[in-house]
């Protein structure tokens, strides 16, 4: 069964096709700015029931970074980036294994509707220093 999500005003709506296990705090300046708590799926998992005219995209980095947030009142919704989770779990060959083509949706826990977020364990990253 679909959870479904929306920003503060629900100009904003989407449905995930998976139960967070665990949700990402990110201590880098983005996500600290941001306020959000990242949880992570498949593009395919994800699906957008509102335009897409209806977010903004914002990338500070690279291009292939695309961050999502409501045009209307400002919240974090959704990314979709290549899979950086090769940086975590085997760094030191990261970088040779790495394909940006690979995608991977992150979306701002904060946003599930009648979804217990006080259950979702949260693992703290320390992007600050290790981006």
Not at 12 to 40: H, V
Request: glycine share 6%; charged share 25%; proline share 7%.
């Amino acid at each position: 069964m679909p959870i479904k999500g929306s920003c503060h005003c629900g100009a904003t709506q989407f449905e995930i096709d998976f139960t967070p296990e665990s949700a990402t705090r990110c201590n880098c300046t983005f996500c600290t700015k941001r306020g959000a708590l990242w949880i992570y799926g498949e593009p395919d998992k994800f699906r957008l029931l509102t335009p897409m005219d209806a977010n903004t995209r914002y990338s500070p980095t690279w291009e292939e970074n695309k961050h999502y947030f409501c045009a209307t009142c400002g919240c974090t919704t959704f990314s979709d980036n290549p899979d950086y989770s090769l940086f975590m779990t085997d760094p030191e060959n990261a970088e040779a294994n790495f394909d940006p083509s690979k995608r991977r949706i992150s979306v701002n826990l904060w946003l599930l509707d009648d979804f217990d977020i006080q259950s979702v364990p949260i693992e703290h990253i320390d992007g600050r220093n290790g981006w």
